[in-house]
């Protein structure tokens, strides 16, 4: 029973260390901080959604921002039609975690669900008309941008040893 459970431990670490490195992939690639991905991931079940959508909004919010920096009128308009400015007062882009508490919270202050859906697919894309943005949470949480990026280097370093030793067989 020891061996079972040790195993079934190991296995659970080692889940946890890859779940952190996708993570601080989507992190590295959206410019939105991890724990704040974390947080977002994890509400949205609550929101009528599944975790692994939120690669998917995160990406899109993440393209939709982008668009809208170089001037895509349709992705410009759909942050204005919201409230929601992609730049400062100087012009620069702002960062992709602040923008998504926004429009989180934009979204949620929405009291009619028709007008909420079609402006939250036109953020976030066809995977957001079915969230209740009233329960999504994407707060951040420096403590657990911390533990990812220390889980990320564990990864790493598994992934250099696997490396080695299939290169040593």
């Known amino acids: 029973i020891a061996g079972t459970a040790a195993t ?30 974390n947080n ?9 959604g599944k975790t692994e959508d939120f690669s ?20 410009q308009q759909a942050f204005r039609k919201l409230g ?3 730049t400062d007062a100087g012009g620069a882009v702002r960062n992709t975690g602040d923008i998504l508490r926004d429009a989180i ?4 202050a929405i009291e009619n669900p028709a007008t909420r859906a079609a402006m939250a697919v036109d ?3 066809k995977t957001a008309n ?9 707060a ?17 370093a598994i992934d250099a040893i696997s490396q080695s030793v299939s290169n040593s067989l």
Do not use: R, W
């Not at 079915?130 to 994407?138: E, G, V, W």
């Open 140 to 156: 951040n949480d420096f403590a657990k941008d911390e533990q990812v990026a220390q889980l990320a280097k564990y990864q790493t």
């Open 8 to 37: 079934a431990f190991v296995g659970l670490g080692l889940k946890a260390i890859s779940l952190a490195d996708d993570l601080s992939d989507i992190s590295d690639a959206t410019g939105i901080a991890a724990g704040a991905l």
């Open 84 to 86: 929601v400015f992609v």
């Open 130 to 138: 079915k969230l209740d943005f009233t329960k999504l949470n994407a």
């Open 123 to 125: 953020i976030f894309g």
């Open 105 to 108: 919270a934009k979204l949620a």
């Open 56 to 75: 998917t909004l995160a990406a899109k919010l993440n393209q939709n921002v982008g668009d809208a920096a170089v001037g895509n009128e349709k992705a």
């Open 40 to 48: 977002f991931k994890n509400s949205l079940v609550d929101a009528g």
